[in-house]
């Protein structure tokens, strides 16, 4: 069975949109998850890379099943400072743009 696959011909391109396609669908089950769930909270990290530039990086914890899980909601750079102010701007985006709403975040 390996053989087999090792004939099997990729082009960086289908590699890449399969990446994408499957990230795209672990972050539509993570989201509703959020959804779904009666309450949730959030945890903002952000740190600057080797580069310079700043990185966001918000997790959520959530109820599912009965138990509280936590998952990586979003990551993406922050396109000016790191200020509270940029850090909400980019949180309140992927709120809206998701459809997460603000009454249901308790922390």
Same mark, same amino acid.
């Given at each position: 069975?390996?053989? %087999?696959?090792?004939?099997?011909? $990729?082009?960086?391109?289908?590699?890449?949109?399969?990446?994408? #396609?499957?990230?795209?669908? @672990?972050?539509?089950?993570?989201?509703?998850?959020?959804?779904?769930?009666?309450?949730?909270?959030?945890?903002?990290?952000?740190?600057?890379? %080797?580069?310079?530039?700043? %990185?966001? @990086?918000?997790?959520?914890?959530? @109820?599912?099943?009965?138990? @509280?899980? #936590?998952?990586? $909601?979003?990551?993406?750079?922050?396109?000016?400072?790191?200020?509270?102010?940029?850090?909400?701007?980019?949180?309140? %985006?992927?709120? #809206?743009?998701?459809?997460?709403?603000?009454?249901?975040?308790?922390?």
């Amino acid at each position: 069975m390996a053989k %087999q696959f090792k004939n099997i011909s $990729l082009s960086d391109s289908t590699v890449k949109r399969r990446i994408d #396609e499957l990230a795209d669908d @672990i972050k539509q089950q993570v989201l509703e998850k959020v959804k779904c769930s009666p309450f949730f909270a959030i945890s903002c990290d952000e740190s600057t890379d %080797q580069a310079n530039c700043a %990185q966001l @990086i918000v997790y959520a914890r959530f @109820i599912a099943n009965n138990t @509280i899980e #936590e998952e990586l $909601l979003f990551s993406e750079p922050l396109k000016t400072t790191t200020k509270g102010a940029d850090v909400f701007q980019a949180v309140s %985006q992927f709120f #809206e743009v998701n459809g997460l709403m603000w009454e249901k975040l308790v922390g």
